[in-house]
């Protein structure tokens, strides 16, 4: 590891001398509400008072004597106390025109090295109040901002924004922090932080709660938590959101909204590990593109919600999964205790021309405690009022498979254009328990209607205890976290659970790279799995490469299973998860099988399952390094220019987009060598049991194999080699990899394992 930080560093060292790495001077300055002074120097002896001498101004006679210009890479440390000085940016109307602030910037432009900061400084705990009489903290037409550590109380909204505002800003990072009381009008959008024309922004370890309009006297909520106008590429994570008890009909906010949606077909909206609680209206809004609502626990509040706000709105590629709900005495039931669907078709475009499309509702816990439910509020809500037209098109977008659904008081109802059923919208659907739901309409054929139990719902502890019938749902789903190499089914004749700390040279003939190692905590479940780290630029982070039956060499059988063996046929299997907010696609060389057919690597075929490129989907790319006579013409490994290449064919699930980000996902492929001179070899593989694509007219060998001494299939390589280099710095995480002459299934532990490919 010295070698590798000395390489970056003398790297770094010559760029900096040819001018092509610009480090910026970096400087600290210092605001202390109590000990300060505004006509000190901004350094920890002698801080400023407020904001005044560091913000942005309209006008350069509009600046206070002691005013510094930001620059990129400098930090804002703020002390201990309330920090309350109202400031303005000035305007066309004078100094005290433009809105009033704690702290305004605009048009302050970083980049990866050098990002601007505002920040607690070690130990302090800064609040920034400004008492009713303007925002908080607001940060405009920029770039590269980290804001942390800093509470904002009692802003008032004189337009729209929030108590933090963030306004066409781009690579912002906002965490540690607390926002809450904010006020305003309801119909400017008030919101506890609002984020409008945003890009690659984080928000998340903060808490946002009891931003709403205080005046407000209508009878849906009064504002928002967090609110998302345009934009793209933002994650919101492990935060705290929520409204404080008592609360009333008209005296609560929603928790998330995405109001107009991007107009980036490829930006993402990821939803995940928050806590919701007590929310009125809904939890989420959201009209955009690429939501990925998952692993969040919601406490008392109302529902999930894909509509259309009066403005852009795009519902495609929309995942709502591994949620757990629970509703009950505090729950203000507005719509929907689940999730609730209202699909339109009213912003087609050419980015955007099926849309609604792939609507996906799977694996989440709804625990209900309502004692009726209506044709505007089932516990799940598609289409409340809709036309035929457009229920024949919703219809077919609509996955909603393993959910947990349950009430103790009356049996569940699930809607699909119920609330008009039979009037002058339309006549399509209507109202269905789950059996009927099931067998009508195909929804939730693998749910179920059963207790989840939870470990004790007094103390809002959510997780399922054992025995429970929901045990691979919910937040708290356990993901087949119990799987070990000893439940492999029939077949296998390799496994690697990875759960031994023993090198990986013990079993694999190479294992390359220090980046792709196992590591406690990174597997499924939890457990122990391997941990591939991409630095900015890294093009291979390791690989394992593990042979099995007859190899051309000592070196390549070195730990070969089975090594006497022959093998025309072979399923193989791994497990595979990127860290939440992954960005690029995957990177293209995933995993291989493979004949190595002499002693110099040349091969005889390669299974090749690649990735497509920024879509993250996986592609079978068949090749053969022998002519359709039998005569091995490769030499060497990748000798990609001898090689015949058999087509390829792309799956169907973007597995490695940035919106599937954070979940696991299990790829199992079949590889079978062609009959003696025949074109009948197979290629097929699946995710998580999901046929993806196959082909079943392979001429990988031609006659090659008639001769005894030939080899067949013997390695399979997983990789990690990223052609055009990771975009930026990530993880990625596999674990359970198993090697069989028979189908293994998603679910390892199971002798009953049925599979279906194209003809089938």
């Known amino acids: 590891m010295k070698h590798s930080i000395i390489k970056k560093l003398t790297i770094l060292h010559f760029l900096f001398l040819m001018g092509i790495v610009n480090v910026m001077a970096q400087t600290s300055y210092y605001i202390d509400p109590n000990n300060g002074s505004d006509t000190n120097t901004g350094t920890l002896a002698n801080p400023w008072k407020s904001f005044k001498n560091i913000n942005t101004y309209y006008n350069s006679s509009f600046k206070p004597a002691n005013w510094q210009e930001l620059n990129p890479g400098d930090t804002i440390y703020l002390m201990d106390g309330v920090h309350n000085t109202i400031t303005n940016p000035g305007g066309s109307g004078g100094a005290t025109d433009g809105g009033s602030y704690i702290g305004y910037f605009r048009s302050k432009d970083g980049d990866t090295s050098n990002w601007f900061s505002i920040k ?364 070990t190499c000893a439940d492999a089914p029939a077949g296998t004749f390799f496994c690697d659970d990875f759960e031994t700390t023993a090198p990986l040279s013990d079993r694999y003939f190479e294992a390359s790279s220090t980046n792709f190692q196992p590591t406690d905590g990174v597997g499924r479940g939890g457990s122990r799995g391997l941990r591939a780290v991409f630095d900015v630029g890294t093009v291979n982070a390791g690989s394992i490469k593990k042979s099995f039956g007859r190899t051309p060499s000592s070196y390549i059988g070195n730990h070969a299973a089975n090594p006497t063996q022959d093998y025309d046929e072979i399923y193989w299997r791994i497990d595979v998860r990127t860290q939440p907010g992954w960005q690029g696609g995957g990177g293209s060389k995933f995993a291989r099988a493979t004949t190595f057919a002499a002693s110099d690597w040349s091969q005889g075929m390669i299974a090749h399952l690649w990735s497509d490129g920024p879509s993250g989907r996986l592609s079978t790319v068949p090749a053969s390094g022998i002519d359709t006579d039998g005569n091995l013409v490769a030499t060497g490994y990748n000798d990609f220019p001898n090689l015949r290449w058999l087509g390829n064919k792309t799956g169907d699930l973007d597995l490695f987009s940035t919106e599937n980000s954070g979940t696991w996902f299990c790829i199992e492929a079949r590889v079978k060598l062609n009959t003696s001179g025949n074109s009948d070899g197979v290629f097929e593989f699946w995710i998580d049991g999901v046929f993806q694509k196959g082909s079943y007219d392979l001429n990988w060998h031609g006659t090659w194999n008639d001769d005894p001494e030939n080899f067949k299939i013997n390695a399979i390589l997983i990789e990690n080699y990223w052609n055009a280099g990771s975009p930026v710095a990530q993880e990625r995480y596999m674990d359970n990899f198993i090697i069989s002459t028979s189908p293994i299934g998603c679910d390892a532990s199971s002798s009953d394992l049925i599979f279906t490919n194209g003809f089938e």
Not at 188 to 206: D, M, P, R
Not at 465 to 480: K, R, V
């Open 120 to 483: 607690a400084h070690p130990g302090a705990s800064p609040i920034l109040d400004p008492q009713g009489a303007g925002m908080g903290l607001k940060v405009q037409q920029s770039s590269y901002w980290d804001i942390s550590g800093i509470s904002v109380r009692n802003s008032y909204l004189e337009g729209e924004g929030g108590g933090i505002t963030l306004d066409a800003i781009s690579n912002a990072k906002v965490y540690d922090v607390e926002v809450y009381d904010t006020d305003g009008l309801v119909m400017n959008n008030i919101s506890g932080l609002k984020c409008g024309g945003c890009y690659e922004i984080e928000i998340f370890n903060s808490s946002f709660y009891d931003n709403f309009d205080r005046s407000y006297t209508g009878i849906e909520s009064a504002g928002t938590n967090l609110s998302f106008f345009r934009g793209g590429n933002i994650s919101v994570h492990d935060n705290e959101i929520y409204n404080s008890i008592p609360i009333t009909n008209n005296k609560t906010a929603k928790g998330i909204k995405y109001k107009h949606a991007s107009s980036d077909p490829n930006a993402y909206f990821n939803v995940y590990n928050n806590t919701f609680k007590n929310l009125r209206q809904t939890v989420l809004q959201t009209g955009t593109a690429n939501t990925h609502f998952h692993h969040n626990v919601i406490i008392d509040s109302d529902g999930i919600i894909s509509i259309d706000f009066g403005g852009p709105t795009h519902q495609v590629n929309q995942i709502f999964e591994y949620n757990t709900i629970y509703s009950s005495i505090h729950s203000l039931n507005w719509r929907t205790s689940g999730f609730l669907v209202n699909p339109t078709t009213a912003w087609r475009d050419a980015d955007f021309p099926n849309d609604p499309e792939n609507i996906v509702i799977r694996n989440n816990i709804i625990y209900d405690i309502r004692t009726s439910y209506g044709g505007e509020n089932g516990i799940i809500d598609i289409g409340t009022y809709m036309s035929d037209d457009l229920y024949n098109k919703i219809y077919p977008e609509l996955t909603i498979e393993n959910n947990c659904y349950y009430n103790p008081n009356i049996p569940v109802q699930l809607n699909i254009g119920a609330a008009n059923n039979g009037g002058s919208s339309g006549v399509l659907g209507g109202a269905y328990s789950l059996t009927q739901w099931q067998q009508d309409l195909g929804f939730d054929i693998n749910s179920v209607e059963a207790d989840p139990m939870f470990e004790n719902i007094a103390n809002e502890q959510f997780q399922l205890i054992s025995g429970s019938p929901c045990a691979n749902m919910g937040a708290y789903a356990t993901e087949n976290n119990n799987f």
